[in-house]
């Protein structure tokens, strides 16, 4: 199976079949171009005046030397193009929430819904 096959089964069948994905995702890694990582990227583009914009969720690969390709760990980096700053981005950069944060979010909600 390929990644297409993947996208129109089960939740079920999909995990029965995940490690499929390996080869595809370690073929991308390989062929990279030299000081490339890889990141996934949520983009939102459009007229964000007139429509909702459209959001698309990909894989990208990324020169290292970039914001993008130095973020570590949980960090998380917003790049807002814009016309009035061209093709160099305002960037937005800090820690994201990571699993211990998250964990302690979803405990203070739990305690909350308690009260």
């Known amino acids: 199976m390929n990644p297409k096959e993947l996208q129109n089964i089960t ?11 390996d080869t595809h995702f370690q073929q991308i890694k390989e062929n990279q171009k030299e000081n490339h ?3 996934y990227v949520g983009e939102l583009s459009g007229d964000l005046q007139q ?4 959001l698309e969720v990909k894989l990208v690969s990324v020169p290292k030397n970039t914001a993008l390709g130095q973020l570590q760990g949980a960090d998380s ?7 009035s ?6 960037v937005i950069q800090g820690a994201g929430a990571g699993a211990n944060v998250t964990a302690r979010g979803v405990f203070g909600d739990i305690l909350r819904l308690n009260n």
Do not use: D, M, S
Request: no cysteine; hydrophobic share 40%.
């Open 85 to 90: 700053y061209g093709a160099q981005p305002l």
């Open 37 to 39: 990582v890889l990141r």
């Open 51 to 54: 429509t909702k914009g459209i």
């Open 77 to 83: 980096l917003f790049e807002i193009y814009t016309e």
């Open 11 to 21: 939740t079920k069948e999909f995990l029965q079949n995940i490690e499929l994905l």
